[in-house]
């Protein structure tokens, strides 16, 4: 099936929403175990809050890895459909991967962009984004074909949707507000490793 959004939308179209609202409709939508890779900072505190999945995995002070940990699982776990949930900050300091994951065509596997034009944690000095970079364009540009701005909540759980239906990779890009996290995620990574391991069926 040829990738065609209904309704194509740039960045400045795209509506801004709540990340935590669009995180728990992404994962409302997830029925077949999917793994969910949630990046640093307060895209993973919203994923915590959402539902303490086993197959989630909340990365604590890797930067830019999100992604890159992601294509890991989904090279290892083939037949498991795999989301990377990654802010522009973060992205920005990995852009590489995009290339990587293209050339590697890795069919299972969805990355979603939390793109506030900030790297919010750390007190919410401006991205590049916020003046000039959109990270949709760069993806496609990197090889990506199958990426677009969501252009609202409906768009976004249609985009996921069809992520979690069709052969990959995607990039699903989402302008999001700079509301505070609804938890913090427990900081304690050898047992989120396990958990994240036995949700994966790798470890007993």
């Known amino acids: 099936m040829a990738f065609s959004p209904n309704q194509p939308v740039t960045r400045d179209q795209a509506k801004v929403m709540n990340r935590f609202d669009i995180t728990k409709r992404m994962v409302a939508l997830l029925r077949q175990e999917e793994a969910v890779i949630g990046g640093i900072g307060y895209t993973n505190f919203d994923l915590w809050a959402a539902e303490r999945r086993p197959q989630n995995f909340y ?44 050339a590697r065509a890795q069919k299972n596997l969805a990355i979603v962009i939390m793109d506030n034009g900030a790297y919010q944690i750390t007190g919410g000095q401006k991205t590049v984004t916020d003046q000039c970079v959109d990270l949709v364009a760069v993806a496609k540009a990197s090889g990506l074909a199958q990426s677009a701005w ?55």
């Open 59 to 102: 990365m604590l002070g890797s930067m830019g890895l999100a992604v890159p940990i992601a294509l890991g699982v989904a090279l290892a776990q083939p037949q498991r459909k795999v989301i990377a949930l990654e802010g522009d900050g973060s992205l920005l300091m990995q852009l590489g991967c995009l290339g990587t994951v293209a």
């Open 150 to 204: 969501a252009a609202d909540e409906s768009a976004f759980e249609e985009l996921i949707s069809l992520s979690l239906k069709e052969d990959g990779p995607w990039l699903i890009g989402c302008r999001i507000d700079n509301a505070k996290p609804a938890d913090t995620t427990e900081r304690d990574p050898p047992k989120l490793k396990d958990q994240f391991m036995r949700g994966l069926g790798v470890r007993k």
